[in-house]
C-alpha cells in the first residue's frame, strides 16, 4: 500500500476561476512511516490533507492509492483505505467512546451497523493501542482535550486503514500531551505499519519524531527526511527571516 | 454497545404501557360507557347499537389516529435534530407545518374571498386535508430544491424557517382580510384534532407514514454516521447527499401528512426525542428509531386521554394540550439533568 501524490496543485474551484492556493507538490508515503506537513498558516496544509482525502479534487495533478486515482474510488471503497482525525469536533458530544470507536466500523458493517465478532474484536484492539480502556463508557462532553483526541485516533484505527490522515492533531494540547500523542502515532505507524500523515505547526517536534517531513509553500514544496531538509536549508526559508531564525545545530526556531 | 439486553425490559414496558393506554383511552370520552361495556363492545359481543358505533366509528379511530401521530412526529423530530446537529429541531424546521397552514389557511380564509371561483364545500375535511398537504409539499419541494444547490445543512435549516416565515406572513395576510367566521374556523383547524378521521382516511395515513418508517429504518446507519458530523460521515463511506434527500424526504412523508390529517401538533415532535433519551440512554438510532415510535405512541395517547378531560363533555384542543402538558415536563429535565443531551 504506497500513496503517491503526483505534481498536484491544491486549492478551491469557482465558475470564474481556479484559486491555486499551492503549486506543484510531490511526494510519496511509504508503508509503517510518519509523516508531518509543515508550512505558515494559510499554505494549504489542510487544504492539501482534505485533497488527499478526496474531500475536494486537486486542480491539477494525479492522487493515486496502489497506482489507482482516488478520484475514480467509492466513497464507501475509500474509506477502507483512508480514515480521518479532523480539527472540527464531532457533532454529538454525547456519544460514549466506546459507541464512538465503533462508528469507525461503518465501512465493513451491514445495513444496519451490526457488529460482528471481528469488529469488535478490532474495536478492543484499536482501544488497547491507545490505552484508553478505563475511558470506554464515559460520554465525550467529559473528557478532555488530550483524552478526546486519543479517542479520535482509537477510530481511526478501528476503522482499520492502511492510511490515517490527521488534521492538526496537537493543536489544543499542551506540550506534554502533544509529545504523548504524536509518540503515539509514530508507535502506532512502526508498529502496525500504517502510513500516517499530519498536519502540524510543531516543526521542532516534528523534526525530532517525523520519519519525513513534507514542507509547503506557494511555489514548491519539500519532501524529504528531516535530517536532509536541514542540511540543505529549506527550514530557513519557511517563515520571514527578519522574524526567526532557524538554528540548523538544534533543529530549532530562535525569534531573531 | 453492551446493554441491548436492558433495552428489552424497557421496550416491553413501553409496549404494555401501551397497550395499557390504549384501553383507557378508548375507555374514556364525553359520552359515559361503563369499561365492561367497552370490552363487551370490543369482543364483539355488545347490546348497545350506539355504545358500538361509538367506540368503533370514533374512539377506536381516534386512538389509532393517536398513536400514529405521536409516533410519527417523534420519528420525524429524531431525523431532524441528527441531520440538523441540533437539539430544538423538530418536524416542522423544514416549513412543513407552515405550508400546512398556508394551504389551509388558502382554502379556508382565501377560498372565502373568492367563493365564486370555489364552489366546493369547504367544510368538508377531505379538501381540507388535500388543500394542507399540498401547501406543506409545496413548501417541502421549494426546500428540496434549494437543497440541491447547497452544501451546508446548517444553511438549509435556516432556508427551512424562512420558508416558515414566508408563509407565516402570507397566513396573516389572509387573515387580516377575511370574515371573522371564517378566521375561527381557521383558529379550529389550527387546534389540531385526532377525532375527524375515517377508517379508510386512517388506512391512507397508515400507508403514508409506512413508507416514511422504512425509509428512517434504511437510514439507520447513515443516522448514526451523523452524529460524528459530515465529514466524518463520509470519510466513513456515507453518501452524504443521498441519505440527505432521504432523510428529508421520510421526514416530509410523517410530518406533512400527520398535519394534513390531524392539524399542526406542536411539541410532541421536538420533546419526545429528549424524553426518550431518559430512557434509553443511548446515541444508537438501532434503539432510538424503535424506542421514540412507541414512546412517542405513549405520550400522544396520555395527552389525548387529558384532552378528553374525563368527567367532562367538552373535548380541550389537542396541540394546546401537547405544550401544557410537555413543555414543563422538558424544563424540569432540564433542571434537573443541567443539560440537553443530544
New interface residues.
Given amino acids: 500500500m504506497s500513496i503517491k501524490v503526483e505534481n498536484i496543485n491544491i486549492g478551491y474551484k469557482s465558475k470564474k476561476q481556479d484559486t491555486v492556493i499551492a503549486k506543484n507538490i510531490s511526494f510519496s508515503l511509504k508503508k509503517g512511516e510518519i509523516t508531518a506537513i509543515v508550512g505558515i498558516n494559510g499554505i494549504g496544509k489542510s487544504t492539501l490533507l482534505r485533497t488527499i482525502a478526496n474531500v475536494q479534487p486537486p486542480l491539477k495533478g494525479s492522487i493515486t492509492i496502489d497506482d489507482n486515482q482516488i478520484t475514480k474510488y467509492s466513497a464507501l471503497d475509500l474509506a477502507s483505505k483512508i480514515s480521518l482525525v479532523l480539527t472540527e469536533s464531532i457533532a454529538s458530544k454525547n456519544l460514549t467512546v466506546i459507541e464512538l470507536i465503533a462508528l469507525g466500523r461503518q465501512p465493513y458493517t451491514n445495513w444496519l451497523g451490526t457488529l460482528t465478532n471481528i469488529d469488535k474484536k478490532k474495536i478492543k484492539e484499536a482501544i488497547e493501542l491507545v490505552e484508553i480502556s478505563d475511558l470506554q463508557h464515559k460520554r465525550c462532553f467529559e473528557l478532555s482535550d488530550g483524552q478526546l483526541q486519543r479517542v479520535m485516533i482509537a477510530r481511526a484505527l478501528a476503522q482499520d486503514t492502511p492510511i490515517i490522515l490527521l488534521d492538526e492533531p496537537t493543536s489544543h494540547l499542551d506540550l506534554y500531551h502533544k509529545v504523548q500523542i504524536l509518540k503515539l502515532l509514530k508507535n502506532i505507524a512502526h508498529k502496525t505499519n500504517k502510513t500516517i500523515l499530519y498536519t502540524t505547526h510543531e516543526i521542532a517536534i516534528a523534526i525530532q519524531l517525523c520519519d519525513k517531513i513534507c514542507i509547503l509553500n506557494t511555489e514548491e514544496s519539500f519532501f524529504d527526511t528531516p535530517c536532509n531538509l536541514i542540511k540543505q536549508n529549506h527550514f530557513e526559508k519557511l517563515f520571514p527571516t527578519d522574524t526567526i531564525k532557524f538554528d540548523s545545530g538544534t533543529g530549532s526556531f530562535k525569534i531573531a | 454497545?453492551?446493554q441491548p439486553k436492558t433495552y428489552k425490559f424497557y421496550f416491553l414496558a413501553l409496549v404494555i404501557l401501551l397497550v395499557v393506554l390504549f384501553f383507557v383511552n378508548i375507555s374514556l370520552g364525553s359520552v359515559f360507557i361503563p369499561i365492561k361495556e367497552t370490552f363487551a363492545t370490543l369482543f364483539g359481543n355488545s347490546s348497545n347499537t350506539s355504545w358500538h358505533y361509538i367506540i368503533w366509528n370514533y374512539r377506536i379511530p381516534k386512538a389509532f389516529t393517536a398513536i400514529f401521530v405521536g409516533s410519527g412526529l417523534s420519528l420525524s423530530g429524531l431525523l431532524m435534530q441528527?441531520l440538523f446537529?441540533n437539539p430544538l429541531a423538530g418536524p416542522f424546521v423544514l416549513g412543513i407545518s407552515s405550508g400546512s397552514s398556508l394551504g389551509a389557511a388558502l382554502l379556508i380564509m382565501g377560498a372565502g374571498l373568492l367563493t365564486s371561483i370555489f364552489s366546493f364545500d369547504i367544510y368538508n375535511n377531505v379538501t381540507l386535508i388535500i388543500a394542507s398537504s399540498l401547501g406543506s409539499f409545496l413548501v417541502l419541494f421549494a426546500v428540496l430544491s434549494v437543497a440541491i444547490k447547497i452544501k451546508d445543512t446548517m444553511s438549509l435549516l435556516i432556508i427551512g424557517l424562512m420558508f416558515g416565515s414566508i408563509t407565516g406572513a402570507v397566513v396573516s395576510v389572509l387573515s387580516y382580510f377575511t370574515t371573522a367566521e371564517k378566521l375561527q374556523q381557521y383558529t379550529y383547524w389550527s387546534f389540531g384534532s385526532l377525532g375527524d378521521l375515517s377508517w379508510s382516511q386512517l388506512a391512507l395515513l397508515t400507508g403514508i407514514l409506512s413508507i416514511g418508517i422504512l425509509l428512517s429504518i434504511?437510514s439507520?446507519?447513515p443516522l448514526?454516521?451523523?452524529?460524528?458530523?459530515e465529514?466524518?460521515a463520509?470519510?466513513?463511506?456515507?453518501?452524504i447527499k443521498k441519505s440527505r434527500y432521504i432523510i428529508i424526504i421520510a421526514t416530509g412523508l410523517l410530518a406533512g401528512s400527520i398535519t394534513a390529517f390531524a392539524g399542526p401538533i406542536a411539541f410532541i415532535g421536538l420533546a419526545t426525542p429528549h424524553l426518550t433519551?431518559q430512557i434509553f440512554n443511548?446515541?444508537?438510532h438501532?434503539t432510538l428509531v424503535p424506542a421514540v415510535l412507541i414512546f412517542g405512541a405513549v405520550i400522544m395517547l396520555i395527552c389525548d386521554t387529558i384532552a378528553q378531560f374525563p368527567g367532562s363533555e367538552s373535548v380541550l384542543p389537542i396541540n394546546a394540550i401537547t405544550s401544557i402538558i410537555g413543555a414543563p415536563v422538558v424544563i424540569w429535565l432540564l433542571i434537573k439533568k443541567q443539560k440537553m443531551?443530544?
Avoid: P
Avoid at chain 2, 224 to 229: E, I, Q, R, T, Y
Avoid at chain 2, 234 to 239: E, R, T
Fill in positions: 454497545m453492551n441528527t446537529r434504511i439507520i446507519k448514526n454516521a451523523f452524529l460524528l458530523g465529514n466524518y463520509q470519510s466513513l463511506g456515507i453518501q433519551r443511548t446515541t444508537d438501532k443531551v443530544f
